[in-house]
């Protein structure tokens, strides 16, 4: 079955500190992949997206990506975390053709400490 | 460009009563429509998908509906609701084809609080 796993429900970073939010998947094929972000209240946002060639894709507000079809991983970096960051992030994966038809992740809730 | 309205942003309803959720894209068309279900403390869960005016898919078994009246508009329903269908919904939509661009856009969603 298909499914995304985000094992870090929470995470508490200092501000300034570099920030990784894991997620893994299963998936029958190769799966377009995502990272949103939702500050309290609000829609989503997309950070960034994967559907094919370099597997280390840059988002916005200074975020990264790599995936790693071994691990069946797509990871969300940040060298340097900000105030502005704390927020709620998930990961999902979708199906091309019908890219909205997402499967995500429990989401992982970052705190960022002053 | 493109935009997705949603509303109304907080509703709070009686248990039985009617739902009525709107959400319309402006600057593109035959978009694939979405639902979403996120509550508290949970995930997002996909409830229902259009891909055309009248096509609706269902996603999981449940107390509500929707609707496609027109190519940018969908609607979520139910005509009785229940404690159990609280939560925050989000509308989406994508592109329709398989292009690298058709990621999928969410509303700002509506916060439901069925007392």
């Known amino acids: 079955a298909q499914s995304v796993t985000q094992p870090d429900i929470h995470i508490t970073v200092s501000e300034g500190a570099s920030l990784e939010l894991r997620c893994n998947y299963s998936?029958?094929?190769?799966?377009?992949l995502f990272w949103y972000v939702q500050s309290p209240g609000q829609g989503l946002q997309l950070l960034l997206k994967?559907?094919?060639?370099?597997?280390l894709v840059q988002g916005i507000k200074g975020f990264e990506a790599e995936f790693k079809r071994s691990q069946s991983s797509f990871n969300l970096r940040k060298p340097s975390v900000h105030w502005s960051d704390a927020a709620e992030y998930f990961c999902?994966?979708?199906?091309?053709?019908?890219?909205?038809?997402?499967?995500f992740g429990q989401g992982t809730t970052l705190q960022v400490k002053p | 460009s493109q935009t997705i309205h949603q509303w109304p942003a907080t509703l709070v309803q009686p248990v039985g009563s009617p739902l009525s959720l709107e959400c319309t894209v402006e600057g593109t068309s035959n978009p694939n429509l979405y639902w979403y279900r996120q509550a508290a403390g949970r995930g997002l869960q996909l409830l229902f998908y259009s891909v055309g005016i009248g096509q609706i898919s269902s996603e999981v078994p449940q107390n509500l509906s929707a609707s496609r009246p027109q190519d940018r508009q969908f609607i979520l329903s139910s005509k009785k609701l229940l404690l159990s269908d609280s939560g925050f919904y989000l509308c989406?939509?994508?592109?329709?084809?398989?292009?690298?661009?058709?990621?999928?856009?969410f509303g700002q969603g509506t916060r439901l609080t069925v007392v």
């Open positions: 994967y559907f094919s060639g370099d597997t």
């Open positions: 998936y029958g094929a190769t799966p377009y």
């Open positions: 989406a939509w994508s592109g329709s084809g398989t292009g690298a661009n058709t990621e999928a856009f």
């Open positions: 999902a994966v979708g199906a091309p053709g019908n890219t909205g038809k997402l499967i």
